[in-house]
């Protein structure tokens, strides 16, 4: 069972590069999310897409963009890398339309800007 | 609006002591709320959910949580710590069916031999 696979697992970029970080689900869910994780921090909502061909805003969007390419897959880009997006990156899907839909989460992308 | 807070970051108990995990949550409605578990470099993965079925959740590997409204409250409980359950617990709020999950900041959890 695969679940939720992130591409790549590790990253080191210098200040200004440009990345995305891949995700797919073959859960055939709906929804997709990503977060970051930063120590003390908890998880921070980057963007989210309730359904294929809708993308929103999270609670830290600035330095992102994302694509919900296909139902399977949404990619997060980050332009013009700075050192404050030094951080852990989760996606994540979840099962819209049932109340007690769980999140199910991906082993994460470690990011490092320099 | 909804929110969580997980007071302190990290706590320590001797193994075969009492987990307690505390949760507090703020929200305009009834909520949906989770608890889950993060282990070291790997993704979370869930170990309980309230619904509004029943106010005790019982999860897996031995956790349980009780929601209490009066209190706005989910803390998650285990009655005897065992060493494999290091690892940091986060809470999350939810408020309807296609809400987007709110987390807390996470509490990190050391099992003493």
């Known amino acids: 069972n695969a679940g939720v696979t992130q591409t790549p697992k590790f990253q080191v970029l210098k200040t200004g590069q440009s990345m995305t970080l891949q995700c797919a689900q073959d859960?055939?869910?709906?929804?997709m999310y990503w977060y970051r994780q930063d120590p003390g921090m908890g998880l921070r909502l980057i963007y989210y897409?309730?359904?294929?061909?809708?993308?929103d805003k999270g609670e830290v969007p600035n330095g992102y963009n994302v694509s919900r390419l296909n139902k399977r897959e949404f990619s997060l880009r980050l332009e013009s890398a700075a050192p404050s997006q030094t951080s852990v990156y989760f996606c994540?899907?979840?099962?819209?339309?049932?109340?007690?839909?769980?999140?199910?989460f991906g082993e994460g992308s470690r990011l490092t800007v320099l | 609006a909804q929110s969580v807070t997980q007071l302190g970051s990290h706590v320590s108990v001797s193994e075969g002591a009492l987990v307690l995990l505390r949760c507090n949550y703020s929200?305009?409605?009834?909520?949906?709320l989770f608890w889950y578990v993060q282990y070291p470099n790997q993704g979370l993965q869930l170990l309980l959910k309230?619904?509004?079925?029943?106010?005790l959740v019982k999860g897996i590997n031995g956790f349980e949580a009780e929601f209490k409204k009066s209190e706005t409250s989910f803390h998650l409980t285990k009655p005897s710590a065992h060493m494999s359950d290091a690892a940091e617990y986060f809470c999350?709020?939810?408020?309807?069916?296609?809400?987007?999950?709110?987390f807390g900041k996470g509490i990190t959890l050391s099992v003493r031999p």
């Open positions: 994540a899907s979840r099962e819209t339309g049932i109340d007690t839909g769980e999140l199910f």
């Open positions: 859960m055939n869910h709906n929804s």
């Open positions: 897409s309730a359904s294929e061909g809708t993308t």
């Open positions: 929200s305009s409605v009834p909520p949906y």
């Open positions: 309230y619904t509004s079925a029943a106010t």
């Open positions: 999350a709020v939810g408020t309807g069916a296609n809400s987007k999950l709110t």
